[in-house]
Protein backbone atom coordinates (compact mmCIF):
# COMPACT_ATOMS: atom_id res chain seq x y z
CA UNK A 1 0.00 0.00 0.00
CA UNK A 2 3.11 2.24 0.49
CA UNK A 3 2.96 4.22 -3.30
CA UNK A 4 6.70 4.98 -2.61
CA UNK A 5 7.47 1.10 -3.24
CA UNK A 6 5.07 0.99 -6.37
CA UNK A 7 5.75 0.34 -9.93
CA UNK A 8 4.15 3.05 -12.32
CA UNK A 9 1.60 0.07 -13.98
CA UNK A 10 0.81 -1.01 -10.10
CA UNK A 11 0.23 2.83 -8.76
CA UNK A 12 -2.07 3.19 -11.76
CA UNK A 13 -4.08 0.27 -11.04
CA UNK A 14 -4.31 1.52 -7.34
CA UNK A 15 -5.42 4.77 -8.57
CA UNK A 16 -8.14 2.76 -10.71
CA UNK A 17 -9.00 0.73 -7.51
CA UNK A 18 -9.66 3.87 -5.68
CA UNK A 19 -12.00 5.92 -8.24
CA UNK A 20 -14.01 2.55 -8.32
CA UNK A 21 -14.60 2.44 -4.98
CA UNK A 22 -15.42 5.80 -4.42
CA UNK A 23 -17.85 5.67 -7.78
CA UNK A 24 -19.39 2.86 -6.29
CA UNK A 25 -20.17 4.63 -2.72
CA UNK A 26 -21.14 8.05 -4.69
CA UNK A 27 -23.75 5.38 -6.29
CA UNK A 28 -24.78 3.69 -3.30
CA UNK A 29 -25.30 6.76 -1.68
CA UNK A 30 -27.08 8.55 -4.58
CA UNK A 31 -29.75 5.81 -5.00
CA UNK A 32 -30.01 5.18 -1.22
CA UNK A 33 -33.83 5.28 -0.04
CA UNK A 34 -32.94 7.07 2.96
CA UNK A 35 -31.10 9.28 4.65
CA UNK A 36 -29.08 6.90 6.78
CA UNK A 37 -28.09 5.13 3.86
CA UNK A 38 -26.23 8.56 2.34
CA UNK A 39 -24.21 8.99 5.54
CA UNK A 40 -23.45 5.16 5.86
CA UNK A 41 -22.11 5.27 2.37
CA UNK A 42 -19.96 8.36 4.04
CA UNK A 43 -18.63 6.01 6.64
CA UNK A 44 -17.80 3.51 4.54
CA UNK A 45 -15.70 6.02 2.11
CA UNK A 46 -13.97 7.31 5.57
CA UNK A 47 -13.05 4.01 6.55
CA UNK A 48 -11.54 3.11 3.17
CA UNK A 49 -9.79 6.41 2.97
CA UNK A 50 -7.98 6.18 6.50
CA UNK A 51 -7.06 2.73 5.70
CA UNK A 52 -5.34 3.85 2.37
CA UNK A 53 -3.48 6.42 4.13
CA UNK A 54 -2.36 4.19 7.01
CA UNK A 55 1.18 3.03 6.54
CA UNK A 56 0.81 0.11 8.55
CA UNK A 57 -1.60 -0.90 6.91
CA UNK A 58 0.50 -2.14 4.10
CA UNK A 59 3.27 -3.11 6.39
CA UNK A 60 1.35 -5.73 8.91
CA UNK A 61 -1.36 -8.52 8.43
CA UNK A 62 -2.43 -7.83 11.92
CA UNK A 63 -3.08 -3.87 11.16
CA UNK A 64 -4.74 -4.63 7.57
CA UNK A 65 -6.93 -7.32 9.08
CA UNK A 66 -8.13 -4.96 11.19
CA UNK A 67 -8.79 -2.57 9.08
CA UNK A 68 -10.59 -4.92 6.65
CA UNK A 69 -12.96 -5.90 9.84
CA UNK A 70 -14.16 -2.54 9.70
CA UNK A 71 -14.59 -1.62 6.17
CA UNK A 72 -16.06 -4.60 5.59
CA UNK A 73 -18.68 -4.19 8.90
CA UNK A 74 -19.25 -0.97 7.90
CA UNK A 75 -20.32 -2.10 3.97
CA UNK A 76 -22.46 -5.04 6.04
CA UNK A 77 -24.47 -2.00 7.59
CA UNK A 78 -24.58 -0.27 3.93
CA UNK A 79 -26.09 -3.69 2.36
CA UNK A 80 -28.68 -3.89 5.45
CA UNK A 81 -30.18 0.00 4.26
CA UNK A 82 -29.59 -0.37 0.46
CA UNK A 83 -28.96 -3.68 -1.89
CA UNK A 84 -26.62 -0.99 -4.17
CA UNK A 85 -24.01 -1.59 -1.52
CA UNK A 86 -23.48 -5.04 -3.09
CA UNK A 87 -21.36 -3.52 -6.20
CA UNK A 88 -18.66 -2.59 -3.71
CA UNK A 89 -17.63 -6.16 -2.99
CA UNK A 90 -15.54 -6.31 -6.12
CA UNK A 91 -13.20 -3.19 -4.98
CA UNK A 92 -13.35 -5.85 -1.59
CA UNK A 93 -12.47 -8.88 -3.28
CA UNK A 94 -9.21 -7.30 -4.92
CA UNK A 95 -8.55 -5.92 -1.19
CA UNK A 96 -8.84 -9.37 0.66
CA UNK A 97 -6.97 -11.34 -1.79
CA UNK A 98 -3.58 -8.08 -1.57
CA UNK A 99 -3.67 -7.60 1.79
CA UNK A 100 -4.73 -11.07 3.65
CA UNK A 101 -2.45 -14.58 3.41
CA UNK A 102 -4.28 -16.66 1.06
CA UNK A 103 -6.15 -19.50 3.79
CA UNK A 104 -8.01 -16.07 4.85
CA UNK A 105 -8.44 -14.30 1.56
CA UNK A 106 -10.12 -16.70 -0.13
CA UNK A 107 -12.66 -17.58 2.45
CA UNK A 108 -13.30 -13.64 3.00
CA UNK A 109 -14.05 -13.59 -1.04
CA UNK A 110 -16.38 -16.12 -0.28
CA UNK A 111 -18.23 -14.83 2.77
CA UNK A 112 -18.68 -11.26 0.62
CA UNK A 113 -20.31 -12.72 -2.12
CA UNK A 114 -22.45 -14.08 -0.02
CA UNK A 115 -23.20 -11.58 1.58
CA UNK A 116 -23.46 -9.00 -1.33
CA UNK A 117 -26.30 -12.05 -2.82
CA UNK A 118 -28.15 -12.26 0.72
CA UNK A 119 -28.43 -8.95 0.63
CA UNK A 120 -30.06 -8.62 -2.73
CA UNK A 121 -32.31 -11.28 -2.16
CA UNK A 122 -33.26 -9.65 1.91
CA UNK A 123 -33.90 -6.98 0.18
CA UNK A 124 -36.94 -8.27 -1.90
CA UNK A 125 -35.67 -7.51 -5.57
CA UNK A 126 -36.51 -9.81 -8.45
CA UNK A 127 -34.14 -12.89 -8.89
CA UNK A 128 -32.28 -13.68 -12.01
CA UNK A 129 -29.47 -15.71 -12.61
CA UNK A 130 -27.13 -12.38 -12.60
CA UNK A 131 -28.40 -12.24 -8.67
CA UNK A 132 -26.16 -15.43 -8.11
CA UNK A 133 -23.72 -15.43 -10.88
CA UNK A 134 -22.64 -11.70 -10.94
CA UNK A 135 -21.15 -11.31 -7.41
CA UNK A 136 -19.57 -15.16 -7.69
CA UNK A 137 -18.19 -14.55 -11.07
CA UNK A 138 -16.65 -11.02 -10.12
CA UNK A 139 -14.91 -12.88 -7.22
CA UNK A 140 -13.74 -15.79 -9.21
CA UNK A 141 -12.15 -13.00 -11.70
CA UNK A 142 -10.45 -11.19 -8.51
CA UNK A 143 -9.30 -14.27 -7.49
CA UNK A 144 -7.78 -15.51 -10.56
CA UNK A 145 -6.41 -12.04 -11.75
CA UNK A 146 -4.66 -11.66 -8.09
CA UNK A 147 -3.08 -14.85 -7.81
CA UNK A 148 -1.93 -14.70 -11.67
CA UNK A 149 -0.13 -11.81 -10.73
CA UNK A 150 1.65 -13.13 -7.52
CA UNK A 151 2.71 -15.60 -9.13
CA UNK A 152 3.88 -13.83 -11.77
CA UNK A 153 5.70 -11.25 -9.25
CA UNK A 154 7.40 -14.49 -7.43
CA UNK A 155 8.67 -15.66 -10.65
CA UNK A 156 10.24 -11.93 -12.00
CA UNK A 157 11.25 -11.97 -8.13
CA UNK A 158 13.05 -15.26 -8.83
CA UNK A 159 14.23 -14.35 -11.98
CA UNK A 160 15.72 -10.76 -10.50
CA UNK A 161 17.64 -13.00 -7.98
CA UNK A 162 18.81 -15.33 -10.99
CA UNK A 163 20.63 -12.22 -12.77
CA UNK A 164 21.65 -10.75 -9.77
CA UNK A 165 23.81 -14.37 -8.77
CA UNK A 166 25.19 -14.41 -12.46
CA UNK A 167 26.39 -10.72 -12.35
CA UNK A 168 28.32 -11.50 -9.55
CA UNK A 169 29.12 -15.02 -10.42
CA UNK A 170 30.85 -13.36 -13.58
CA UNK A 171 32.75 -10.38 -11.55
CA UNK A 172 34.25 -13.52 -9.65
CA UNK A 173 35.12 -15.28 -12.37
CA UNK A 174 36.26 -12.04 -14.52
CA UNK A 175 38.28 -11.67 -11.01
CA UNK A 176 39.75 -15.11 -10.58
CA UNK A 177 40.42 -14.82 -15.16
CA UNK A 178 42.48 -12.17 -13.80
CA UNK A 179 44.24 -13.68 -11.55
CA UNK A 180 44.75 -16.59 -13.35
CA UNK A 181 46.47 -14.65 -15.97
CA UNK A 182 48.31 -12.80 -13.90
CA UNK A 183 50.13 -15.62 -12.65
CA UNK A 184 50.53 -17.43 -15.92
CA UNK A 185 52.40 -14.28 -17.15
CA UNK A 186 54.38 -14.42 -13.96
CA UNK A 187 55.63 -17.80 -14.88
CA UNK A 188 56.16 -17.34 -18.63
CA UNK A 189 58.09 -14.46 -17.94
CA UNK A 190 60.08 -16.68 -15.23
CA UNK A 191 60.93 -19.30 -17.92
CA UNK A 192 61.67 -16.78 -20.56
CA UNK A 193 64.30 -15.29 -18.07
CA UNK A 194 65.67 -17.82 -17.11
CA UNK A 195 66.26 -19.96 -20.32
CA UNK A 196 67.54 -16.77 -21.73
CA UNK A 197 68.86 -14.05 -19.61
CA UNK A 198 69.82 -16.40 -16.70
CA UNK A 199 71.43 -18.71 -19.20
CA UNK A 200 73.11 -16.36 -21.29
CA UNK A 201 74.86 -14.62 -18.42
CA UNK A 202 75.76 -18.43 -16.58
CA UNK A 203 77.51 -19.06 -20.09
CA UNK A 204 79.20 -15.35 -20.09
CA UNK A 205 80.74 -16.47 -16.82
CA UNK A 206 81.71 -19.90 -17.85
CA UNK A 207 84.00 -17.97 -20.73
CA UNK A 208 85.53 -15.63 -18.69
CA UNK A 209 86.34 -17.95 -16.53
CA UNK A 210 88.15 -19.74 -19.09
CA UNK A 211 89.36 -16.86 -20.58
CA UNK A 212 91.60 -16.36 -17.45
CA UNK A 213 92.97 -19.60 -17.15
CA UNK A 214 94.39 -19.47 -20.11
CA UNK A 215 95.37 -15.51 -19.88
CA UNK A 216 99.13 -14.89 -18.06
CA UNK A 217 99.33 -13.97 -14.97
CA UNK A 218 100.60 -10.36 -15.75
CA UNK A 219 98.42 -9.92 -18.69
CA UNK A 220 96.58 -6.30 -18.65
CA UNK A 221 93.35 -7.50 -19.76
CA UNK A 222 92.78 -9.99 -16.68
CA UNK A 223 91.74 -7.00 -14.38
CA UNK A 224 89.00 -6.38 -17.52
CA UNK A 225 88.04 -10.14 -17.18
CA UNK A 226 87.66 -10.70 -13.71
CA UNK A 227 85.13 -7.20 -13.78
CA UNK A 228 83.06 -8.64 -16.30
CA UNK A 229 83.06 -11.95 -14.89
CA UNK A 230 81.99 -10.53 -11.45
CA UNK A 231 79.29 -8.35 -13.32
CA UNK A 232 78.26 -11.47 -15.12
CA UNK A 233 77.87 -13.25 -11.98
CA UNK A 234 76.33 -10.03 -10.12
CA UNK A 235 73.75 -9.81 -12.67
CA UNK A 236 72.94 -13.81 -12.79
CA UNK A 237 72.40 -13.39 -8.92
CA UNK A 238 70.01 -10.30 -9.79
CA UNK A 239 68.25 -12.29 -12.59
CA UNK A 240 67.61 -15.58 -10.40
CA UNK A 241 66.46 -13.80 -7.50
CA UNK A 242 64.01 -11.75 -10.39
CA UNK A 243 62.95 -15.24 -11.59
CA UNK A 244 62.56 -16.31 -7.89
CA UNK A 245 59.97 -13.05 -7.32
CA UNK A 246 58.10 -14.08 -10.52
CA UNK A 247 57.78 -17.76 -9.49
CA UNK A 248 54.42 -19.25 -7.81
CA UNK A 249 53.23 -18.19 -4.65
CA UNK A 250 53.19 -21.25 -3.36
CA UNK A 251 57.33 -21.35 -4.18
CA UNK A 252 58.23 -17.68 -3.09
CA UNK A 253 58.65 -18.85 0.87
CA UNK A 254 59.82 -22.35 0.55
CA UNK A 255 61.15 -24.98 -1.09
CA UNK A 256 59.28 -27.49 -3.44
CA UNK A 257 58.85 -30.16 -1.12
CA UNK A 258 56.85 -27.42 1.39
CA UNK A 259 54.89 -26.19 -1.11
CA UNK A 260 53.84 -30.27 -1.81
CA UNK A 261 53.21 -30.84 1.90
CA UNK A 262 50.92 -27.75 2.11
CA UNK A 263 48.84 -29.06 -0.28
CA UNK A 264 48.49 -32.18 2.06
CA UNK A 265 46.76 -30.12 4.57
CA UNK A 266 43.64 -31.48 6.06
CA UNK A 267 40.38 -29.93 4.29
CA UNK A 268 37.72 -31.18 1.60
CA UNK A 269 38.25 -34.34 -0.10
CA UNK A 270 40.76 -37.83 0.63
CA UNK A 271 43.55 -37.77 3.12
CA UNK A 272 46.97 -36.87 1.79
CA UNK A 273 50.01 -37.94 2.23
CA UNK A 274 53.13 -36.38 1.38
CA UNK A 275 56.94 -38.18 1.54
CA UNK A 276 60.18 -37.25 0.17
CA UNK A 277 62.70 -40.21 -1.28
CA UNK A 278 66.27 -39.74 -2.22
CA UNK A 279 68.56 -36.55 -1.13
CA UNK A 280 66.98 -32.92 -2.37
CA UNK A 281 68.89 -31.00 -4.11
CA UNK A 282 67.99 -27.55 -5.54
CA UNK A 283 65.97 -27.28 -8.69
CA UNK A 284 65.75 -25.21 -11.57
CA UNK A 285 62.70 -23.07 -10.81
CA UNK A 286 60.98 -23.74 -14.00
CA UNK A 287 60.91 -27.15 -12.79
CA UNK A 288 59.42 -26.45 -9.41
CA UNK A 289 56.39 -24.72 -11.06
CA UNK A 290 55.78 -27.84 -13.16
CA UNK A 291 55.95 -30.42 -10.47
CA UNK A 292 53.90 -28.35 -8.25
CA UNK A 293 51.78 -27.71 -10.98
CA UNK A 294 51.25 -31.10 -11.98
CA UNK A 295 50.76 -32.24 -8.14
CA UNK A 296 48.19 -29.39 -7.53
CA UNK A 297 45.84 -30.62 -10.75
CA UNK A 298 46.22 -34.36 -10.20
CA UNK A 299 44.90 -33.71 -6.96
CA UNK A 300 42.43 -31.19 -8.04
CA UNK A 301 41.31 -34.66 -10.39
CA UNK A 302 41.57 -36.95 -7.05
CA UNK A 303 38.79 -34.25 -5.20
CA UNK A 304 36.62 -34.00 -8.14
CA UNK A 305 36.47 -36.84 -9.71
CA UNK A 306 38.03 -39.80 -8.19
CA UNK A 307 35.81 -40.58 -4.56
CA UNK A 308 38.96 -41.70 -2.93
CA UNK A 309 39.48 -41.75 0.92
CA UNK A 310 43.12 -41.59 0.63
CA UNK A 311 46.09 -40.23 -1.91
CA UNK A 312 49.52 -39.82 -1.57
CA UNK A 313 52.34 -37.65 -2.88
CA UNK A 314 56.11 -39.03 -3.05
CA UNK A 315 58.29 -36.78 -4.66
CA UNK A 316 61.77 -38.74 -5.54
CA UNK A 317 65.21 -37.74 -6.09
CA UNK A 318 67.66 -39.65 -8.24
CA UNK A 319 71.09 -39.70 -9.64
CA UNK A 320 69.67 -37.51 -13.30
CA UNK A 321 66.24 -37.46 -12.45
CA UNK A 322 63.49 -36.01 -10.52
CA UNK A 323 59.94 -38.13 -10.12
CA UNK A 324 56.72 -37.01 -8.59
CA UNK A 325 53.97 -39.77 -8.25
CA UNK A 326 50.26 -38.92 -6.94
CA UNK A 327 48.66 -42.15 -6.46
CA UNK A 328 44.79 -42.20 -4.85
CA UNK A 329 42.41 -45.20 -4.03
CA UNK A 330 39.48 -44.06 -5.87
CA UNK A 331 37.13 -45.33 -8.47
CA UNK A 332 39.40 -45.35 -10.93
CA UNK A 333 38.53 -45.03 -15.01
CA UNK A 334 39.61 -46.08 -18.56
CA UNK A 335 42.68 -43.82 -19.53
CA UNK A 336 42.18 -45.01 -23.68
CA UNK A 337 38.43 -44.53 -23.26
CA UNK A 338 39.37 -40.37 -21.72
CA UNK A 339 41.98 -40.17 -24.62
CA UNK A 340 38.97 -40.92 -27.48
CA UNK A 341 36.55 -38.54 -26.09
CA UNK A 342 35.66 -35.27 -27.05
CA UNK A 343 34.70 -34.06 -24.09
CA UNK A 344 37.50 -34.83 -21.94
CA UNK A 345 39.17 -32.28 -19.93
CA UNK A 346 41.75 -30.01 -20.03
CA UNK A 347 43.85 -31.35 -16.36
CA UNK A 348 45.71 -33.98 -18.19
CA UNK A 349 46.80 -32.69 -21.32
CA UNK A 350 47.88 -30.05 -19.67
CA UNK A 351 50.14 -32.19 -17.19
CA UNK A 352 51.71 -34.28 -20.34
CA UNK A 353 52.47 -30.60 -21.73
CA UNK A 354 54.31 -29.26 -18.62
CA UNK A 355 56.34 -32.74 -18.81
CA UNK A 356 56.78 -32.66 -22.15
CA UNK A 357 58.34 -28.68 -22.13
CA UNK A 358 60.53 -29.78 -20.02
CA UNK A 359 62.07 -33.07 -21.63
CA UNK A 360 60.37 -35.10 -19.48
CA UNK A 361 57.63 -38.25 -19.66
CA UNK A 362 53.92 -38.40 -18.03
CA UNK A 363 52.00 -41.17 -17.29
CA UNK A 364 48.43 -42.29 -16.29
CA UNK A 365 47.82 -45.69 -14.77
CA UNK A 366 44.09 -46.52 -13.67
CA UNK A 367 41.14 -48.93 -14.08
CA UNK A 368 37.78 -49.17 -13.10
CA UNK A 369 37.91 -49.52 -9.54
CA UNK A 370 41.28 -49.52 -9.09
CA UNK A 371 42.34 -45.67 -7.93
CA UNK A 372 44.89 -43.94 -9.90
CA UNK A 373 48.76 -43.45 -10.35
CA UNK A 374 49.76 -39.95 -12.20
CA UNK A 375 53.50 -40.23 -12.89
CA UNK A 376 56.23 -37.55 -14.35
CA UNK A 377 59.46 -37.78 -14.62
CA UNK A 378 62.03 -34.85 -15.64
CA UNK A 379 66.18 -35.29 -16.20
CA UNK A 380 68.30 -33.14 -14.08
CA UNK A 381 70.06 -30.89 -15.91
CA UNK A 382 73.10 -30.68 -16.50
CA UNK A 383 75.23 -29.17 -12.94
CA UNK A 384 72.69 -30.93 -10.79
CA UNK A 385 72.58 -34.21 -8.75
CA UNK A 386 71.14 -36.27 -6.44
Known sequence: ???????????????????????????????????????????????????????????????????????GASWLGLLWLTPEALWVAFPLYFLQLHLLPTRWSLPAVALTAGAAILSYVGHGAPLNPGVFIGPLLGGAVAVATVLGYQALYRESERRRRLIEELIETRAELAAAERHAGTLAERERLAREIHDTLAQGLSSIQLLLRAAERVLPPDSPAAGHIDGARQAAQDNLAEARRFVRALSP??????????????????????????SVSGTPVELPTPYEVALLR????????????????????????????????????????????VRQSSEAGFGLPAMRSRAESLGGTFTVESAPGQGTAVAVSLPLPAGVSA
Not at 251 to 257: C, P, Q, T, V
Not at 297 to 325: G, P, Q, W, Y
Request: charged share 15%; hydrophobic share 50%.
Open 249 to 274: PDLEHGSLAAALERLCEPGVGPRVRF
Open 294 to 337: IAQSALANTVRHASASRAEITLSFMDASVTLDVVDDGKGFDPGS
Open 1 to 71: MDPRSLTPALRALRLCLHLLMAGLLVLAAVRADSAAGTVMAVVVGAVYAAGSLLPSVGSSQRAAAVWLGVL
